[in-house]
Nanobody
Framework: VQLQASGGGLVQAGGSLRLSCAAS????????MGWFRQDAGKEREFVIA??????????YVADSVKGRFTISRDNAKNTVYLQMNSLRPEDTAVYYC??????????????????WGQGTQVTVSS
């Protein structure tokens, strides 16, 4: 599986952005899809994830973004989206999409994912 993230940019605090992650392959709907972020000098941290279509597309959300970020997936387009609202300067980071197998049962952890996109920069100015 190859993942291509896009949609990052510069936005003022309080603004919104939507990131997209397009996946190759015919088994997209079977993957857990997640978004992580990493700021300079920090560890990569979990943001949000959605289980596979076969598992009911359950969502997992980090407390830091709850109520502001949502995830959705379009299985027909092999694409997962991250809608980010009410952005804050602390949301500034490189955002990565990832795909993993349901069997790993680790949607909150980086090692629960097998495939990673290249990252897209999100910068929120105050």
């Amino acid at each position: 599986v190859q993942l291509q993230a896009s949609g990052g940019g510069l936005v003022q605090a309080g603004g919104s952005l939507r990131l997209s992650c397009a996946a190759s392959g015919r088994t997209f709907r079977s993957y857990v899809m997640g978004w992580f972020r990493q700021d300079a000098g920090k560890e990569r941290e979990f943001v949000i994830a959605m289980s596979s279509a076969w598992s009911g597309s359950s969502t997992y959300v980090a407390d830091s973004v709850k109520g502001r970020f949502t995830i959705s997936r379009d299985n027909a387009k092999n694409t997962v989206y991250l809608q980010m609202n009410s952005l804050r300067p602390e949301d500034t980071a490189v955002y990565y999409c990832a795909a993993g197998y349901e069997s790993s049962r680790q949607p909150y952890r980086t090692h629960g994912y097998n495939y990673w996109g290249q990252g897209t920069q999100v910068t929120v100015s105050s």
